[in-house]
Structures are given as C-alpha cells and as structure tokens.
C-alpha cells in the first residue's frame, strides 16, 4: 500500500504546482490591467511564500527522519557483523580445541594417594603427584636436549587456565576443551598410591594407562631417590625411544644399551620393530653389530628413516664409504608421513644431514656450505657440530682464512671439545701445507680419543677405538710422512684395517710419499674398487701419477675423479697442473678457470691461473 501511496502523493503535489503557477500568471496579467488588484495579488503571493517554506520545513524533516533510519540500519548492521564475528571466533576457539585434543599424546598426571603418616610429613598425594610432575618434566627436556625428537608434553590433570563461559550453555570452554581432550585425545594418564607398611618401608605404586603397573620400595625416611626412580620408570613406559636417549646424555651407556634391547623384545608391530632396532642401532658401540641391526630394521620396514640412518652411519664408522652414500640416499627417498610421529617434525634436520654427508662424500663443498647454512625445523645442531661441519666446508675450498677465523671465534666463544679443536686445527695446518703443525693436531686428536677410550664404558669402547682405527690413526699416518717420516707412517697405517676406504687410500699416498709406485697403484686400485662412485682416491692416485712423472696416466685419474665428483675442485686443478707440465698452457688455463669458480679462495690455484694465463 505505501509503494502505490507514494506516486499519488506526488501527482498531486505535481497538480498542486501546476495550479499555482496557472494562478500566478494570471493574478499577474490581472494586476497589470487593474493596479486595484496588486493588494489582493502581493497577498496571493504571500500565501505562495508560506507554501512553500511549510513544504521545505516538511521536506527537511522527512530527510532527517531518513537519516534516522540509516543510522539505525547501520547500526542494526553492525550488531548483525559483531555477532557473526563472535560466532566465528567461538567457532575456530572450538575447532583449535578439537585439533588439540585429536593430537594430544602427553602425560597426564592424575590423583595420588598417600598414608597419614606421610601425609603429616608433607607428602600429600597432592605434593607427591606435583613432585613427580616435576621430575618427570626434568627427565623430559634432557632427553629431548639430547634428541632430535620431542617429547610430549608433561601436565597435571587438574590444571583448569581457561574460564570463558559459553553463552545460554552454562558451560565454560575450560570444561569443552576437558571433554574433548578427553573423547578425541590420545594422553596417557598417570595415577598411583603410596603405602606404608608401619616399619620404615614404603610402596610406590604407579599405574600409566596402556602400561604394565610399576612398583617401587624403599626406606620411607629416603623418598628422594624413590621418586627419581618412579619418574624415570614411568617416563621410560611414556617414551621409550627417549627414554634411551635421556640414559645416553647422562653417560649410562649399558643401562641405555639395556633399555634399547628390551624395546626390540617388546615390540608388538613391524612399525615398532624397525624403530626399536634402529635405536638398538644407535646405542651399541660394536659397529659391526650395528650394522647388521640397521639393515635388520631396513628389512622390516624400509618406510622407515631410521634402518637407513643407522645403517649410513655404521658403514661411515667402519669405514666402507661407499655403502654409507648407497644407505644415504635411499634415506633421502622415505617420505615424512611415513615416520614415526615425533620424528616428522625432525626429517628436515635429518635430510639435510643426509644431504651435507653426500656433498662432503662427492666433493661438493660448495653446495656443502649451502646445505648447512638453511634453517629447519627443530635444528638440534650444536655450535661444536656446526663449527666441524663448517670447517670441513671451508676446508674442502681451501680457503684457509676462513677456517681460521672459523677456528678462533669458536675457541673464543668457549665451544669446543678438545677433540673437535684439535680436528679442525689439522685441517687447517693441512689446508696451509703446514706438515709440522698438521701433525701436532693429528697427534693431539689421537691422544684426546685415547683419553676418551681409557674412561669409555664397556659398550662405548669398541665405537671409540672404531673411530680411532679408521678416521684417526690414518689422518696421523699421513701427516707422519708429509713431515717426513714415511718408514713412521708406514708402520702405523699397516695397523689399520684393509677394509676401510680411507685406511687403503692413506697407504696410497704413504707409497707414493716412498716413491714406490707400484704399492701406490695397487693402494689406490684396492680403493676405487671398495668405491668405485667417490672422487678422492682417483683424485689421490692422479696425483701420485703426476709426481711420478705420468703425466697422461695422471689426466686420465683426474678425468675419472671429475666424472665421479664434478664439483670437485682437487681433480681440476691437478687435471691442469699436468697440462701444464705438457706446455698446453690455453687449455691448463680452462681447467684452473674451472677449479677457480669451486675454489675462489685456493691460494695455489690462483697463483697456477696466474702463470698459465700470462703463457698460455
């Protein structure tokens, strides 16, 4: 009815001025004919007049009310927008809860109970569950310190943080986010009682859902180590993988060597399985064992980072490099979904281990560098292991400054071992050509590692003299006869064992050193067939074959060492040595020129460039 009102009203408003203008002209053609009538039409005009200021006065109230009516609309609006806001954020709170709950895996401590005589010497069951809280919140962020997989979290049951109530529902989002946790969430749940037997002696009864019961007793006037003893029991029950780990930082090597092993007895499914053996993997020092350990658990599950980690870093130890590149790039294919639940988060970090320990076998100590500079997630990498993989980076490009500066800012800043100074200080008088000092630091890294092995625990001792045999003793032997002790050097390299890649590739060089060509090519043929996909014992057998003189047979080793590393800058540089030993100054030139963009700041190599181009 309004809608039809609306264009009558304005028909007549319309009509209404048509008249008065048709009355006007003649009121005025009226007045010019009888002045008479001027009164009578100064009076139609004033009428006219107060018309039209009513029909203003009407018009501008009809435009505030509009106004009015605009406001409220905005308003109105903007209630309806704040409202809908508020939904929306109750509904994320809620949502974020039910993500919360499906992925909570903690603890839960709950209720505890206690004697009244230990009650009255202040071990509540409310004091006794928020020590055990505590501890085992401590025995939590060791391990995970010592990891590179995080714990699940550690709370008390009572815990109420959040008091918002919910509108018309009489509940608060505290008591949704308890329900939820408690009908989607995956937490373990923690509960135990204490008894006393009235002659000094108490029971320390644990119970963690999906667990075996855990009992403890003890002398109730020393409940100290009791409680330590029940916190690490019911962490080992809550996480077992760490568990070992948390055993391992503390230097209790056999009981976390013990702990790993009956993990392999408890599993219940492939999935566990593999990772229990890995973890076996890990903690026992016999390297052989080690291994056979990992490829066990490769067997089971090949999903799985850890078989192939393990297995990687055994054949390293013992020396067989080639199967430790083979074991890491398979662990490069395994995909993150695939993996245990706490270590999805850590596969970065772990692929990029994995990644710089192929660069270094290759020779790619640039692409090195870069893979250590990027940022992942959960990065438990240590100043000390950053500084030694950084040196060896820089080491590998011969740019010796900045080994140095490297050197003196971590001895300044206090972080590093005696062991991995006196490492780094090697390659450092190695990347010099300083033999005197590199073999100070190679005698100074032989005696720290015999100093770790007269305090090394049963089970560490064979990983330690692992490492002493197939790293140490051969860096020691090279430096003895680059200073000029070759019969020394000798004698000590036969010590090693024949089935280690460096330990062959050292006698190579020691009998080149000796000038005895033909052990140095059979040396150096042992160790491209041990493997035949690396760089440096080709790269090493060329320059034992420029020293001798062969100056074809040495391009034709660098060449090989090229195919195998082309990032390598060692091949190329002796590639162009050997050139120009031939007098083919233009085509040394290139090969410095390519060795130049590898190692920009190799002092030798840029003094080489320098002489080919002004001959070439």
């Known amino acids: 009815m309004a809608e039809t009102a609306e264009p009558e009203a304005s028909e007549e408003v319309q009509a209404a001025f048509d008249t008065g203008a048709a009355a006007m002209a003649a009121a005025l053609d009226e007045a010019r004919e009888d002045p008479s009538l001027r009164d009578e039409v100064a009076a139609f005009f004033q009428a006219q007049r107060r018309l039209i200021e009513a029909q203003a006065h009407h018009l501008h109230v009809q435009l505030r009310q509009l106004h009015l009516k605009t406001v409220s609309d905005v308003v109105k609006l903007a209630l309806l927008l704040a409202s809908l806001v508020a939904l929306l954020a109750l509904v994320a709170a809620v949502g974020t809860m039910v993500r919360d709950a499906m992925n909570d895996h903690g603890l839960v401590i709950e209720r505890f109970t206690a004697p009244p ?111 330590q003893q029940a916190a690490e029991r019911a962490f080992a029950a809550f996480d077992p993988v760490n568990y070992v780990l948390y055993l391992r930082s503390l230097g209790r090597d056999e009981d976390a060597l013990a702990v790993a092993r009956r993990n392999v007895e408890t599993a219940r499914t492939p999935f566990e399985l593999a990772g229990a053996l890995s973890l076996d993997a890990n903690s026992t020092g016999d390297r052989r064992r080690a291994l056979m350990l990992a490829r066990l658990a490769i067997e089971t599950d090949p999903k799985q980072w850890g078989g192939w980690g393990e297995a990687a870093t055994a054949s390293a130890d013992l020396g067989h490099d080639e199967d430790a590149l083979r074991y890491l790039a398979a662990l490069l294919k395994v995909r993150i979904r695939d993996q245990l639940r706490n270590h999805r988060l850590s596969m970065p970090y772990i692929f990029r281990g994995a990644r710089t320990r192929m660069d270094a076998a290759v020779g790619d100590f640039q692409q090195y560098a870069r893979d250590l500079a990027v940022k992942v997630p959960n990065d438990t990498n240590d100043s000390t292991d950053r500084l030694r993989a950084s040196a060896e980076a820089l080491a590998g490009q011969h740019d010796c400054n900045a080994v140095g500066r490297a050197l003196l800012l971590a001895q300044a800043v206090g972080t590093l071992s005696p062991a991995t100074t006196d490492l780094a200080q090697s390659r450092l008088a190695r990347c010099l050509n300083d033999a005197p000092a590199a073999l100070a630091a ?85 160790a491209t067939r041990q493997a035949p996909s690396l760089p440096a014992a080709y790269a090493e057998w060329g320059e034992a074959r420029l020293a001798r003189g062969d100056l074809d047979g040495a391009i034709a080793k660098f060449a090989l060492a090229h195919d195998r590393g082309p990032r390598f800058a060692d091949p190329l540089k002796g590639w162009g040595d050997a050139l120009a030993r031939q007098g083919r100054w233009s085509e040394a030139r290139q090969k410095y020129d390519e060795a130049l963009a590898l190692a920009p700041a190799w002092r030798d190599l840029i003094r080489a460039r320098a002489a080919a181009g002004r001959l070439a």
């Open 117 to 227: 005589d230990l009650a009255a010497r202040g071990f509540t069951g409310e004091a006794l569950a928020e020590d055990l809280l505590g501890r085992i919140d401590a025995v939590r962020r060791q391990a995970n310190n010592n990891s590179i997989t995080v714990s699940d979290d550690v709370r008390s049951g009572g815990a109420d943080t959040l008091k918002v109530e919910i509108p018309q529902t009489g509940l608060s989002l505290d008591e949704v986010n308890h329900f939820l946790h408690a009908q989607l969430g995956h937490a373990r749940r923690l509960t135990g009682e204490v008894a006393s037997d009235g002659a000094g002696r108490v029971v320390l009864n644990l119970h963690l859902s999906r667990s075996d019961p855990i009992r403890i007793e003890g002398p109730s006037d020393n409940l100290e180590p009791l409680l």
């Open 442 to 526: 190679a005698q100074a890294l032989v005696a720290a590692h015999q100093q770790a092995l007269a305090k090394a625990s049963a089970n560490e001792t064979s990983r330690v003299e692992q490492r002493l045999q197939t790293a140490d003793l051969p860096l020691l032997a090279k430096a003895r006869a680059m200073a000029g002790d070759v019969a020394g050097g000798e004698a000590l390299i036969a010590t090693t064992p024949l089935d280690c890649y460096l330990c062959v590739r050292v006698r190579g060089q020691v009998a080149a050193l000796a000038r005895d060509w033909r052990a140095a090519d059979r040396w150096f043929a042992e």
